[in-house]
């Protein structure tokens, strides 16, 4: 766990190229009377090294003055989706993909120690992608999870 932290670190300080989300939409689930409501988000995102993949991730989103703020931190409650949109070639570097995984996506919960994630392995033995969204804080992260698993198949 904590090399995946680690790794996912020293991707961002070297420039690694890590996956932008874009929002499809949202849901309010809280109603505030000051601020905005407490909603859950659903964002988009193209796997950076992976052509043809797209996940869709669930998040809660805490409302409220702290959360209009920027200053809240999101529960660790996440759900993913993802899917291939077209064919897939795999590099190399996928295909030698470490037990510990890539970092493809992040985004930050809280004001500073809390990341969602969002780690891919490759399965080579099924040839599938397997991707694994969790959230970690710098002293104790939450072992909430979900997954989601793409067959690499021909495209026709």
């Not at 407490?38 to 669930?58: G, Q, R």
């Not at 529960?75 to 996928?94: M, N, R, Y």
Request: with cysteine; proline share 4%; aromatic share 6%.
């Amino acid at each position: 766990m904590k090399g995946i932290v680690l790794m996912g670190a020293a991707a961002l300080l070297l420039g690694g190229q890590l996956a932008r989300a874009e929002q499809v939409g949202s849901v309010d689930t809280a109603f505030k009377m000051i601020g905005p409501d407490h909603k859950i988000v659903v964002e988009a995102f193209d796997d950076p090294d992976v052509k043809n993949v797209t996940c869709y991730l669930s998040r809660a989103k805490t409302g409220g003055i702290k959360g209009g703020l920027g200053l809240a931190e999101d529960t660790a409650d996440a759900a993913i989706s993802c899917q291939q949109v077209g064919p897939i070639e795999l590099s190399d570097k996928i295909k030698a993909g470490k037990a510990q995984g890539n970092v493809v996506f992040q985004k930050r919960i809280s004001l500073v120690f809390k990341t969602l994630q969002v780690v891919r392995f490759y399965d080579a033995k099924r040839n599938a992608l397997v991707y694994l969204t969790y959230s970690d804080k710098l002293v104790d992260g939450s072992p909430k999870n979900a997954l989601s698993a793409v067959p690499i198949m021909p495209w026709n």
